[in-house]
């Protein structure tokens, strides 16, 4: 580390611990003063919880948008020298002579040479994975539900890369993702629980709990909501006798809103399964709805025939 001394005996740089949004912006303000920056992060890169978020408070400004552009230039600045995955263990000295004790951690690889490849990822011997605590033969699935959990597995040939594709399958198979049939899936293709859980809890198309039959999907979009959305959702809720979010105690409807379906044209929107409901009014919300009733009425005598 090289610091200039000035005629007072104070050394000309400065130390910023913390690599978040507000670290970065100090050491760049020091930097553009003239002055050697040292910025500590005990992370393995700066950015701080920042980085975590999608959207700020209160402006609902674009996290990474207002991050981004720091990041380059801290990287740039040649006055500012990021020392990362190292903690702050002592600070001794005066004002304007301070001795910094740092304990850095090991990284594994030389960072004079780190390309960011990833190829050390890729090859590293070592993988931190959860399993579960339960064998595959504790695991105790009915006799239906085996035959439906080995068909689509089958279907797939147990290729683990079919993962989302067999959770897809069971989620129209079941109107959801039992955690049983989950847990008995993820030993069979031999796939953490936890990636399992991963990918069940990223996508909104998946769900963990029961769904009824017919999903009823509400736009509340910019051009349905200016015509009369939330209206129509407050219709549904009433005729539905549940809330947004929520399923019929017969199974039968679950309401849910969307931000876009994708027809504009149409608002006010909404569908339920794969049938689409063009310009509705509040007046045609309960039409709509007993025609399913009827419908599933009818199925059911038809099965006991």
Do not use: W
């Not at 070592?126 to 035959?147: F, G, H, P, Q």
């Not at 079941?174 to 031999?190: I, N, Q, S, T």
């Not at 006010?268 to 509040?282: C, D, M």
């Amino acid at each position: 580390m090289s610091e200039a001394k000035t005629n007072d005996g104070k050394i000309g740089a400065a130390l910023v611990v913390g690599g978040g949004i507000g670290g970065m912006q100090a050491a760049l303000d020091l930097a553009d003063s003239g002055i050697k920056v040292y910025l500590v992060d005990k992370e393995p890169s700066i950015g701080g919880v920042m980085a975590k978020l999608d959207k700020t408070f209160p402006t609902n400004d674009c996290a990474m948008c207002t991050m981004a552009p720091r990041l380059v230039e801290v990287g740039r600045n040649k006055d500012i020298e990021i020392i990362s995955l190292a903690d702050v263990e002592n600070l001794s000295g005066g004002p304007g002579n301070f001795t910094l004790t740092l304990r850095k951690k090991p990284r594994f690889v030389k960072e004079d040479k780190c390309t960011g490849c990833g190829t050390c990822v890729t090859n590293c011997p070592v993988r931190n994975e959860i399993y579960l605590d339960v064998k595959l033969d504790e695991i105790k699935l009915e006799d239906a539900d085996m035959s439906k959990t080995t068909a689509i597995l089958e279907r797939y040939k147990g290729r683990k890369e079919d993962l989302i594709a067999i959770l897809q399958d069971i989620n129209a198979e079941y109107r959801y993702l039992p955690e049983f049939v989950l847990k008995y899936m993820a030993r069979k293709l031999d796939v953490p629980y936890s990636q399992v859980y991963s990918i069940a809890t990223f996508y909104t198309a998946f769900s963990l709990v029961p769904k009824g039959k017919y999903k009823i999907s509400v736009c509340l979009g910019t051009a349905c909501h200016v015509r009369g959305a939330q209206r129509i959702m407050e219709s549904l809720e009433r005729e539905l006798d549940i809330k947004n979010g929520g399923t019929t105690k017969d199974m039968l409807f679950s309401l849910e809103s969307v931000r876009c379906i994708g027809c504009c044209g149409l608002a006010p929107v909404f569908a339920i399964n794969e049938e689409l409901y063009g310009k509705v009014s509040q007046g045609k919300v309960p039409q709509i709805i007993e025609k399913y009733r009827k419908a599933e009425v009818k199925d059911k005598a038809y099965a006991k025939t």
